[in-house]
Nanobody, 127 residues
């Protein structure tokens, strides 16, 4: 059974940093593109980043570009989302997802592309 699991969420002050992890069971994460989404209360789910498996290409939404960094550690079979310079608008539940393929799609932020999702981890930015 394919399962994704996010971890690393929590409470952070504005301007602070947090690192999320995405791990998998039932399949080998290193062979698949992994995207990160987030959903703030009362808002639609937003695709914010994607990292391909084939060449490690990374993609970001404008809302996080320059502040967030997605990476993968194939030895640990994990994907990470390093979040810096966080602000109140980053408060959301964060999810990792995969289409089951090795490459990020040009429109990686399209939610319907993704077949497998984690349960999410909550990130709250508050002073």
């Amino acid at each position: 059974q394919v399962q994704l699991a996010e971890s690393g969420g929590g409470l952070v002050q504005p301007g602070g940093s947090l690192r999320l992890s995405c791990d998998a069971s039932g399949f080998t994460l290193r062979y698949y593109a992994i995207a990160w989404f987030r959903q703030a209360p009362g808002k639609a789910r937003e695709g914010i980043s994607c990292i391909s498996s084939s060449d490690g290409s990374t993609y970001y939404s404008d809302s996080v570009k320059g502040r967030f960094t997605v990476s993968r550690d194939n030895a640990k079979d994990a994907v990470y989302l390093e979040m810096n310079s966080m602000n109140f608008e980053d408060t959301a539940a964060y999810y990792c997802a995969t289409t089951g393929g090795p490459n990020c799609f040009p429109r990686f932020e399209t939610e319907s592309l993704y077949e497998y999702w984690g349960q999410g981890t909550q990130v709250s930015v508050s002073s």
